[in-house]
């Protein structure tokens, strides 16, 4: 039982490149024979090789040699909402997901929703089109559950409001920044059950992480939980940046002029581990921090493509 625990820490069984995947396959894809690499379209827990060790070294250090232009730099920092507007802008009618791995990788989320579990209050920070408010009310047969979804972007709050599914008894989406100094208005202090936080701390600065986690605790009750999700050190879309990308270390901007960052598990679990001050403990406790790593594969052009992934469990002490 230990060791199927500290596994569980440790890895995660969640694919999102194939969401259609039945919960039977997640994690169970493991790669024996190296010539059969191309008889299916993705393994579960790839170990790299030293080939790919090193190609990762040659990518990352190619990226240091031509980040981007110290004069080009400070648009990226003053201007991050214009970005993520314009990104919305363009795939409003496209970027609406279905997260059906939600319910194997995060099964807490959706005890919320449970016709017994009581008042329940959820909140997605970074919430996009509402990928994960949507499905979670829809499942819900909780009458007391209430679910807060925000976005730096007020367009894709707009994407969310738009949406047929959308009602205000249940739900509310409003503008906010995470790195904000100041927790919403709309939600009270140590309030909050959970916090869903998928692929959106990589797209703050690392001067705003603190902050960041410093608002997550203040909106969480006592033993509130955040299920976190991100990228991790050296995925794919990490190595495939072209010169003129990196704004910092491990710190770069998409074509879009959105940014995003590439973790490792130890800086995530120090950040959500840290004090608030000297006087005070850790404000969090690591309940999983797992690596991630998939091999997709495409078995027409004969192609491995290795994702990283970050997944954690992170509860408020």
Same mark, same amino acid.
């Given at each position: ?8 820490? #440790? ?53 240091? #040699? ?7 730099? =400070? ?16 795939? =409003? ?87 904000? @100094? ?15 936080l998928i692929f959106v701390l990589s797209a703050l600065t690392p001067e705003q992480w603190e902050q960041a986690i ?7 009750? @006592? ?19 072209? =010169? ?20 490792? @598990? ?15 403990? @850790? ?35």
């Open positions: 039982m230990a060791d199927a625990q500290n596994k569980k820490t #440790s890895s995660s069984a969640i694919d999102v490149a194939d969401a259609t995947d039945s919960a039977a396959k997640f994690g169970s894809r493991l790669l024996q024979d190296e010539e059969a690499v191309f008889s299916q379209n993705a393994w579960d827990h790839v170990e790299w090789d030293e080939e790919q060790d090193r190609y990762a070294q040659e990518r990352i250090q190619k990226h240091l #040699s031509s980040p981007v232009p110290e004069e080009e730099q =400070e648009q990226y920092y003053a201007q991050p909402a214009h970005y993520w507007n314009n990104f919305y802008q363009k795939n =409003e009618n496209r970027f609406f997901k279905d997260r059906n791995w939600l319910r194997l990788e995060f099964p807490e989320l959706f005890l919320t929703a449970d016709a017994d579990a009581g008042k329940k209050t959820v909140f997605e920070v970074g919430c996009g089109a509402g990928n994960t408010m949507f499905p979670l009310l829809q499942e819900s047969k909780n009458p007391n559950l209430f679910v807060y979804a925000a976005d730096f972007s007020s367009t894709a709050v707009q994407v969310v409001q738009n949406n047929p599914s959308y009602d205000t008894s249940r739900s509310l989406a409003f503008v906010w920044d995470l790195a904000s @100094p100041d927790i919403p208005e709309h939600i009270q202090p140590e309030s909050l059950d959970i916090i869903v410093t608002n997550m605790y203040k909106m969480l009750k @006592p033993g509130g939980l955040v299920l976190f999700r991100d990228y991790g050190r050296h995925d794919l879309a990490q190595l495939r940046f072209k =010169e003129k990308r990196l704004l910092k270390e491990n710190f770069y901007i998409r074509g879009d002029g959105t940014r995003v960052y590439f973790f490792t @598990p130890e800086e995530v679990a120090g950040l959500f581990t840290s004090k608030a001050s000297e006087e005070t403990g @850790p404000r969090f406790e690591v309940e999983q921090n797992a690596v991630d790593r998939r091999m997709i594969v495409n078995r027409s052009r004969k192609l491995k493509m290795y994702r990283v992934w970050l997944q954690g469990k992170f509860r408020k002490l």
